[in-house]
T-cell receptor, first 116, second 110 residues
């Protein structure tokens, strides 16, 4: 069965420090991968979407970047964190059927980031 | 028009009542439809897929209306444990990613 791992679960970082969040998927190949951010009491904001190694689409301009160095690895990074980067970061995977686009997504447990 | 729209609520409903949510989507090419549930400070989890013919899972019934471009979720005999945020999800079409609505908050009152 497929599983998705995301770490760390919580993180407190000072303003201006770098960030690296990692997400890995097991039990499937060539998944589509997503990074979302959720501010307290708000909806999910799609940050990055990837359909393959090295293929990243950025959904919103921001202080963050993403990379996909391996098929089942998705990394979210920042060189210098801002206070506004605080939030709940979620990684998800889905797969694409040949005729229906992406199907349901499965989420990691998330990383709660507090920038201080 | 937003891609996926939901009433944010909150819906405050007494235990045992029936509650229904609607969600509208803007892309007529959307092919896949889902309802997710998100508990406070947790990741969203798939509640059910929504099929063209409608589908039911216990107390939950989901329906799709392609002509009017909306999906619905009906919860019967609501329980306190149903309190959560319910997210409507559609995909952008045959070659596209999934898109989440902002969610509808449901509070079941004892």
């Amino acid at each position: 069965s497929q599983t998705i791992h995301q770490w760390p679960a919580t993180l407190v970082q000072p303003v201006g420090s770098p960030l690296s969040l990692e997400c890995t998927v097991e039990g499937t190949s060539n998944p589509n991968l997503y990074w979302y951010r959720q501010a307290a009491g708000r909806g999910l904001q799609l940050l990055f979407y990837s359909v393959g190694i090295g293929q990243i689409s950025s959904e919103v301009p921001q202080n963050l970047s993403a990379s996909r160095p391996q098929d089942r690895q998705f990394i979210l990074s920042s060189k210098k964190l801002l206070l506004s980067d605080s939030g709940f970061y979620l990684c998800a995977w889905s797969f694409r059927t040949w005729n229906e686009g992406d199907t349901e997504a499965f989420f990691g447990q998330g990383t709660r980031l507090t920038v201080v | 028009r937003k891609e996926v729209e939901q009433d944010p609520g909150p819906f405050n409903v007494p235990e045992g009542a029936t509650v229904a949510f609607n969600c509208t989507y803007s892309n007529s090419a959307s092919q896949s439809f889902f309802w997710y549930r998100q508990d406070c400070r947790k990741e969203p989890k798939l509640l059910m897929s929504v099929y063209s013919s409608g589908n039911e899972d216990g107390r939950f019934t989901a329906q799709l209306n392609r002509a009017s471009q909306y999906i619905s979720l009906l919860i019967r005999d609501s329980k306190l444990s149903d309190s959560a945020t319910y997210l409507c999800v559609v995909n952008g079409g045959r070659d596209d990613k999934i898109i989440f609505g902002k969610g509808t908050r449901l509070h079941i009152l004892p």
